[in-house]
């Protein structure tokens, strides 16, 4: 069984940054794409970005340019730096092992005054 848990949420003003963690407890971890995924209220989870394993980026439309994801594969660990958050934003977001029924927790992201 794999655990993945997010840490890094809270409540942000738009404009501001944050950056979300997910640690992952796999002894394999580099081998494996990992993603970020959110839900707000009301809509369906969406991909945010994905990462290989050799480091290689996909990120949606909609947080291109604002959003930066990377691994640590020695720490077993994939981070989400997001900028210039806007309240759109606000979601729980998931860590996810690509290919694999596994999620973290999720982690609350409210982007408001």
């Known amino acids: 069984q794999v655990q993945l848990v997010e840490s890094g949420g809270g409540l942000v003003q738009p404009g501001r940054s944050l950056r979300l963690s997910c640690a992952a407890s796999?002894?394999?971890?580099?081998?494996?794409?990992m993603g970020w995924y959110r839900q707000a209220p009301g809509n369906e989870r969406e991909l945010v970005a994905t990462i290989t394993g050799g480091g290689s980026a996909n990120y949606a439309d909609s947080v291109k340019g604002r959003v930066t994801i990377s691994r640590d594969n020695a720490k077993t660990t994939v981070y989400l730096q997001m900028n210039s958050l806007k309240p759109e934003d606000t979601a729980v977001y998931y860590c996810?092992?690509?290919?694999?029924?596994?999620w973290g927790q999720g982690t609350q992201v409210n982007v408001s005054t």
């Open positions: 796999l002894n394999i971890f580099s081998i494996f794409t």
């Open positions: 996810h092992q690509e290919r694999t029924p596994f």
